[in-house]
C-alpha cells in the first residue's frame, strides 16, 4: 500500500525528538533562514521517495527559521502547517542533518512580512497533490506563497510535474491523483527549486 506523507506527519508528531541536533551541530540560524532536509523514508514511504527521486535531490521538506520569545522556531508544512521548535526539526531529519540557505542581505528586511503571511496559513492541510490553491499547503509552497505575499516577487523558478523524472513514480501519482491521471502539466514549486533561487546562499553546511 502506497502510503502518504499524511500517515508520516502521524508517525512523527507520535515521536520525541529530544536532545541536541547532530551532525547540525554547528548551524548558527539567523531569522527567515530557509532549512532543507530529508525526511525519515521507512521502506513503503513512497511519496519521499517520488520527492527526492523525481526532483534528483536529497531535499524533501523544508521550513523557515524564525524567533519567537527567545527560542529559535520553524514555520513548516507537514501534516497541518505548525510551528516546530528548530531543534526538534533538526532531529527529524535523515542523520539529524539540514541544509540552511540564507536571503540576500538587501532582503532581509521583508521577513517579518513573509512570516506574517505564512502564518495566516497555520492549521491548513498538506497537499500531496503539489497545487497552488488555498485550501492545502506543502512546504516549499508555504515560504513560496509567504515570500510573494510579503514582497510581490516569487522565490525560485516553478516547474511542470512533466519536466521532473515522474515516470518511475507514476503509481505513486496516481494513486494520490487517481487511476490514470497524471497532471503533468501543474506547476508547482520543488524543495529543490526552491533552493536554486537566486536570491538564496547555502550557508551551512558551508560548500
Not at 91 to 104: I, S, T
Amino acid at each position: 500500500m502506497i502510503r502518504l506523507l499524511s500517515i508520516l506527519a502521524c508517525m512523527l508528531a507520535s515521536c520525541g525528538f529530544a536532545g541536541k541536533p547532530g551532525s547540525s551541530a554547528g548551524y548558527q540560524p539567523v531569522e527567515g533562514d530557509i532549512l532543507f532536509q530529508s525526511l525519515p523514508n521507512p521502506a513503503g514511504l513512497d511519496l519521499i521517495d517520488a520527492i527526492e527521486g523525481s526532483t534528483g535531490s536529497p531535499y524533501s521538506h523544508c521550513g523557515m527559521v524564525f524567533q519567537e520569545s527567545g527560542e529559535w522556531r520553524v514555520i513548516e508544512a507537514i501534516g497541518p502547517v505548525k510551528i516546530t521548535p528548530l531543534d526538534d526539526f533538526i532531529a527529524r531529519g535523515r542523520g539529524k542533518q539540514v541544509w540552511a540557505y540564507r536571503l540576500d542581505d538587501a532582503l532581509r528586511k521583508d521577513v517579518p512580512a513573509a512570516l506574517t503571511a505564512m502564518k495566516k496559513d497555520l492549521g491548513k492541510h498538506y497537499d500531496p497533490r503539489y497545487r497552488f490553491d488555498d485550501h492545502a499547503i506543502y512546504c516549499s509552497e508555504l515560504i513560496w506563497r509567504g515570500w510573494k505575499a510579503a514582497t510581490g516577487s516569487e522565490l525560485g523558478t516553478t516547474v511542470t510535474l512533466g519536466s521532473l523524472n515522474w515516470q518511475p513514480y507514476q503509481a505513486v501519482i496516481e494513486a494520490i491523483e487517481g487511476p490514470g491521471n497524471l497532471p503533468l502539466d501543474r506547476k508547482m514549486i520543488t524543495p529543490r527549486d526552491l533552493a536554486k533561487a537566486k536570491e538564496l546562499t547555502r550557508v551551512f553546511p558551508t560548500i
